[in-house]
């Protein structure tokens, strides 16, 4: 899989302690997008999926989130990810671009594997109704064997929030989303 980036553990990255895959290449270069550096397809490392799992300490994880980049814009890696975190016991979200209903038709067998995604193109203007989404036309949905179960958006314990992590080596990550 082409990766931009992992999170080993995470709580601003989706519901509960969660290891975060950033891949990379996005076709879509929304205006305003923070994650510009996940774009370009020829930048990142193939990392494998066995690698990725090896970086998580799934003995402490709920969940594995997956962002870009556009995951869906490498569905097979994508699909054997998702299973693997699912045999390891863990829940899925997916952040892509596209709307839910341009996945269901061409990539359902992907979505079966998600638990919950945040969908649609980052819009720069719109603020955010949700803590994980990036801007306010996007929608937290929980799937149910690749359908929609409910949406999650606008539910209030899903406000905004953010972390910023120092390493051991003193490097600073800062992810999830602050309100101006």
């Known amino acids: 899989m082409r990766i931009n980036s992992i999170l080993e553990v995470s709580e601003a990255n989706g519901p509960g302690?969660?290891?975060?895959?950033?891949?990379?290449?996005?076709?879509?270069?929304?205006?305003?997008?923070?994650?510009?550096?996940?774009?370009?397809?020829?930048?990142?490392?193939?990392?494998?999926?066995?690698?990725?799992?090896?970086?998580?300490?799934?003995?402490?994880?709920?969940?594995?989130t997956v962002s870009g980049g556009e995951p869906f814009d490498q569905p097979a890696d994508l699909e054997k990810l998702l299973k693997k975190a699912r045999q390891k016991g863990?829940?899925?979200?997916?952040?892509?671009?596209?709307?839910?209903?341009?996945?269901?038709?061409?990539?359902?067998?992907?979505?079966?594997?998600?638990?919950?995604?945040?969908?649609?193109?980052?819009?720069?203007?719109?603020?955010?109704k949700c803590r994980w989404a990036g801007s306010g036309n996007q929608r937290f949905l929980e799937l149910e064997n690749g359908k929609i179960k409910k949406d999650l958006t606008a539910n209030e314990e899903y406000c905004q929030t953010a972390e910023i992590i120092i390493d051991e080596s003193g490097n600073v990550i800062v992810t999830g989303f602050i309100e101006d």
């Open 17 to 64: 302690k969660r290891g975060v895959v950033w891949v990379q290449g996005c076709a879509r270069h929304c205006e305003g997008c923070f994650n510009q550096e996940t774009q370009n397809p020829d930048k990142g490392k193939d990392i494998s999926i066995e690698e990725i799992f090896r970086r998580f300490n799934a003995d402490i994880l709920e969940g594995v």
């Open 90 to 128: 863990l829940n899925t979200l997916v952040y892509t671009g596209y709307s839910y209903e341009e996945l269901a038709d061409r990539l359902a067998q992907v979505l079966k594997l998600c638990d919950y995604i945040i969908d649609g193109p980052y819009i720069k203007d719109s603020p955010s």
